[in-house]
């Protein structure tokens, strides 16, 4: 009997510590990337600099888990670090991170750092490597940046909830609220943001999205649709559309901002393989009026393994009447016209 009471005990420890053992989980991505970046400005040719980089794209390192607290409330957290493997600001920085409850009647709460609401319906950018977001609003100190419209960001000191699963209804409900308390914050007021992505599992979507003082200093309302046309036809094509308004309180325009994307798959390799591109338009960035951007992209993706992946792509973003700092050793603000040509190929191993 005594047998019998240790061995059970054991057993239930060794259940206990598996369901408590986190997750390890990360990306190794690494690209060789050609940049021209050029900046016109009133005393012409300002900035013209072309060059190779040995880039990180996205690497990072990560821990989650979760733990039932009872029969229908677990607990869930994630730890989620980026880091430069190329060498360069080679630290870790918090991406998501959070600890959270899941009730199968509440639904699930995390608080933290935490992603916007905007990207719970962005599934319309296909871009990989140096290309691999929407874009940034302001040209960065000595060198010239992709300018595209405002993105989400992960905001510290947040809370997001996401609401369960109700009859089947195919309908994804996100919530959230953001304190005021961090440094660096874009509003000195307290944010929030919903959002709600259809999504019936037939090869369509759809997606609205609103924020108010999380990712800019002002208001954001974004939509989006996909459609799989492989669900419907002999065409292995996905095609996406996303458009967003933002309105800065600073601005004397609002922004507005278009993408549109395709990607299909290519059945004639050994193994799977995928091109895409996409185009990104904007106008009044940052909420100035005149000051535009175009950006096109190009690339493909080589599956050697589900978790090792070759990377090609080659895209070019052009600015007009865009603010700089630090150009040509000048200590002034100009305004002036960008330019940012990149020809990438990398590698991404997943663990």
Do not use: C
């Amino acid at each position: 009997m005594k047998k019998l009471l240790l061995a059970t005990a054991i057993a239930a420890l060794s259940v206990s510590a598996a369901n408590a053992a986190p997750t390890i989980y990360g990306k190794a991505f690494l690209a060789a990337d050609y940049i021209n970046a050029e900046f016109d400005g009133p005393a012409g040719n300002m900035y013209d600099e072309s060059t190779v980089e040995i880039n990180s794209h996205a690497s990072r390192l990560g821990f989650k888990g979760s733990e039932a607290m009872t029969a229908n409330t677990d607990v869930i957290y994630q730890l989620e670090y980026g880091t430069s493997i190329s060498g360069d600001n080679a630290t870790f920085t918090n991406r998501d991170t959070f600890l959270g409850i899941n009730n199968k009647q509440f639904g699930e709460f995390r608080a933290g750092k935490n992603q916007s609401t905007l990207a719970r319906i962005d599934n319309v950018v296909v871009n990989e490597g140096y290309w691999d977001n929407l874009g940034q609003t302001v040209n960065e100190k000595e060198t010239v940046s992709a300018l595209n419209m405002a993105d989400s960001n992960r905001l510290a000191s947040s809370l997001i909830w996401t609401a369960p699963k109700y009859n089947g209804l195919p309908l994804q409900l996100s919530a959230m609220y953001s304190s005021n308390d961090v440094d660096g914050d874009k509003s000195d007021d307290t944010g929030f943001g919903v959002a709600m992505l259809f999504d019936q599992g037939t090869g369509y979507t759809a997606g609205v999205a609103y924020d108010k003082d999380q990712n800019i200093d002002g208001d954001i309302i974004r939509g989006t649709a996909t459609v799989d046309l492989g669900k419907y036809m002999a065409a292995p094509v996905k095609l996406g559309a996303l458009y967003q308004v933002a309105d800065y309180n600073q601005g004397s325009s609002k922004e507005k901002g278009l993408v549109v994307s395709a990607q299909m798959a290519l059945a004639n390799f050994a193994r799977p393989a995928s091109i895409y591109a996409q185009y990104n338009k904007t106008d009044n960035l940052n909420g100035f009026n005149n000051s535009d951007s175009n950006q096109i992209v190009v690339g493909g993706k080589y599956f050697y393994k589900d978790n090792i992946i070759a990377h090609a792509y080659a895209g070019m973003n052009k600015a007009d009447n865009v603010m700089a700092d630090n150009l040509a050793n000048s200590n002034i603000q100009v305004a002036g016209d960008a330019k940012v040509v990149v020809i990438g190929t990398g590698l991404e191993y997943k663990f």
